[in-house]
């Protein structure tokens, strides 16, 4: 991937410093300077260069932060404000803070510090909203402006940003900066806070994603980092790829990349930290980078009045033989190795995300998903009308693909486009989309997994319905007895194992479903996927028995995993080797057989922190460090022909066998 930077406009819009740039709902971005106008850059390349007057500041009025409200927010249990039309919060350098609405009226203003406001952030459901000033202070504010908390520190605060939210608890964390020190700290007030030394020099930068939970840092001594929700450092960049002190940085939304600002300097990362692009302008010092909500467009305030945009182009994505190139924001390539084909697709809105398997190449625009059948280019493909800006997961499967979205998840058939009946909505289940990740939902022919954010040892369970031809939520029965939709508690606390889950996958193969989850503890453990009941409100014996069978622990010290798309094989990551698991259900039969089915293999060679991120046919694909992709044989020559039928394992009274 790169960036692609447009050219600056002959004439600078703004007259001096642009102090912050931010991106409304509608894909929009809106640009604020020292000459107190408020400009608007309508998302069509040929407009970006002539914006239009949102709103005039007063001449007391020098701003220096501008967030919306996140476009995912209102499904998590935010505090309801029907009657209020605030759509973004404009910090200032007098101590005010102005909550005004999408038409730049202001709806309130508050004085909220002594001093200039650096920095005002909506957390992640928009039910909240950060402050950090010069005088040292921190503020948590109600969506309507009234203090909730404070926070009095001894030095100036530079930079604030929201992190992962604990639902169980009510509770959410967020990451500011103390002089060189970065601290993580909970709106839990008895929650003790993670302080740790970050740089050599003074912090003015941070930023924290919650798709993959994980926080970029930046200072005065030319540096920019990667940390984990612990404060353990998983990246650091040299000193000599900056001439001058990081001034912004922001990560975009899905959490894959993340953008980082000097000056006359604007580069794109790889979410493990290795730069993947480098663009050098005369634009002067870029105090804020903003993304687009639907992560392929950057933008940057600059010092001497230029606002800057990149497209994020050269995506790419492997399967099998085929390989598809996103070349430009509304252009692709699909590209048969073989046989040596090239087919350029030109579609007619900008590519928000993509997904290559299963024979099928889904794309997904600001009005349509497009899909392609890789083998039968042109005769049957399929375009639906789709009109969400946030998709950052597309799920693949079999027999249908999935499409995850602000409001929940829709499933659709490849063969003729249609929407499965049943979607999964986000509001019924009480989730915020901006947290559900790959790690946290994964597809399988038959059943949908989605970890229950209320309560982080259990999931939530979809099933499709064969008789109704629909996607219903597994059901279950209370303590009390009485029937109704319920997520389903994974981890045996009664066992000893008391630990979140963290990741979770479903096997793809055969119709006996069994998830694999890793713990909080790295542990992972497998366990069979409770079987759905007709009757209704009463759980069936089958699910009675599922639910009762306790989860085995294959492995430890995990970081990643995935499963075989055409076989019951699991790979998992470790810190430095990555095991296949070619039984993982021989554990239900007899856990002793289960170190015989483990294939170890040393993964040293693909540096610090590397994460599995595929398994397709006999081909693991891991993420590395310094290169992008990397597909590792592991010493599987065929799978379909060496694995012999793995029904007994999991169907074992078949054979006589009891489980334990």
């Not at 410093?17 to 106008?37: I, Q, Y």
């Not at 993670?194 to 050599?200: L, N, Y």
């Not at 289960?594 to 046919?617: A, Q, R």
């Not at 290169?627 to 010493?635: F, M, S, Y």
Request: neutral net charge; contains cysteine; glycine residues 6%.
């Amino acid at each position: 991937m790169k960036l692609k930077v447009l050219d600056f406009p002959s004439q600078s819009k703004h007259k001096g410093f642009v102090g912050c740039v931010a991106w409304n709902s509608s894909n929009e971005l809106v640009s604020c300077g020292d000459d107190h106008k408020v400009l608007v850059f309508k998302a069509e390349e040929h407009l970006m260069y002539d914006p239009a007057s949102l709103t005039n500041l007063s001449e007391d009025i020098f701003p220096t932060d501008i967030h919306f409200i996140p476009k995912t927010s209102g499904v998590s249990g935010g505090a309801s404000t029907k009657a209020s039309k605030t759509e973004f919060v404009l910090t200032a350098t007098n101590g005010t803070f102005m909550l005004c609405a999408k038409n730049g009226a202001v709806e309130k203003t508050v004085e909220a510090h002594r001093g200039a406001i650096l920095a005002g952030k909506w957390n992640h459901d928009g039910s909240a909203l950060g402050t950090c000033g010069e005088d040292g202070e921190i503020k948590i504010w109600s969506k309507s402006g009234m203090l909730r908390s404070k926070l009095q520190l001894n030095f100036p605060v530079y930079t604030f940003a929201w992190g992962s939210s604990n639902e169980s608890e009510q509770s959410q964390q967020f990451v500011y900066s103390q002089n060189k020190e970065l601290v993580i700290a909970s709106t839990k007030p008895s929650t003790a806070p993670v302080r740790w030394k970050a740089h050599e020099a003074l912090i003015l930068k941070v930023d924290w994603n919650p798709m993959n939970n994980l926080i970029i840092s930046g200072g005065e001594d030319r540096k920019y980092k990667v940390w984990d929700n612990y404060g353990r450092n998983l990246f650091s960049s040299s000193p000599q790829n900056h001439d001058h002190p990081i001034t912004s940085l922001a990560w975009a939304p899905n959490g894959t990349m993340f953008a980082v600002g000097s000056y006359n300097t604007l580069r794109l990362c790889d979410k493990n930290g290795p730069s993947m692009s480098l663009e050098k302008r005369e634009m002067g010092s870029i105090f804020s980078l903003a993304w687009s909500n639907d992560s392929t467009q950057v933008a940057g305030a600059c010092a001497l009045g230029q606002i800057v945009f990149g497209n994020v182009v050269d995506k790419k994505y492997e399967w099998k033989n085929y390989e598809v190139i996103i070349s430009g924001p509304k252009e692709l390539t699909i590209i048969d190795v073989i046989n040596g084909t090239h087919t350029r697709k030109d579609l007619n809105d900008r590519i928000i995300n993509a997904a290559l398997g299963f024979n099928h190449l889904i794309v997904v625009t600001m009005s349509f998903i497009y899909i392609f059948n890789v083998q039968a280019l042109g005769v049957k493909d399929h375009q639906i009308n789709f009109a969400e800006s946030f998709v950052p997961i597309i799920g693949l499967c079999e027999k249908y693909f999935a499409v995850v979205h602000s409001k929940g998840i829709n499933m659709y058939f490849y063969d003729t486009g249609k929407q499965m009946k049943g979607t999964v909505d986000f509001k019924n289940i009480n989730v915020n989309a901006s947290v559900i990740t790959p790690a946290t939902v994964s597809f399988a022919n038959d059943t949908i997994a989605i970890k229950d954010f209320k309560n982080e040892k259990n999931v939530l369970f979809y099933y499709w319905d064969n008789i109704n031809s629909q996607w219903n939520q597994l059901k279950a029965s209370d303590d009390s007895g009485a029937g109704g939709k319920k997520s389903v508690d994974l981890v045996d606390a009664s066992q000893g194992r008391n630990q979140e889950i963290v990741s979770l996958a479903l096997d793809q193969h055969g119709s006996n479903r069994h998830v694999a989850y890793i713990d909080r503890n790295n542990d992972v453990y497998l366990k069979a996927v409770p079987k759905h009941s007709s009757s209704g409100g009463a759980k069936s014996s089958s699910v009675q028995s599922a639910a009762n069978q306790q989860a085995v622990k294959l492995t430890s010290m995990v970081s990643s995993m995935a499963w075989c798309d055409s076989a019951n094989i699991l790979a998992v990551m470790h810190d430095s080797h990555f095991t296949v698991i070619l039984f993982p259900n021989v554990v239900f039969v007899d856990r002793d057989l289960l170190p015989i089915t483990l294939l170890n293999v040393d993964s040293s060679e693909f540096g610090k922190n590397p994460m599995i991120t595929g398994f397709v046919g006999n081909q693991i694909e891991e993420l590395k460090r310094q290169k992008e992709l990397r597909d590792i044989e592991a010493g599987l020559p065929n799978l379909h022909c060496t694995i012999p039928n793995t029904e007994m394992i999991d169907n074992p009274e078949r054979n006589g066998r009891r489980k334990p």
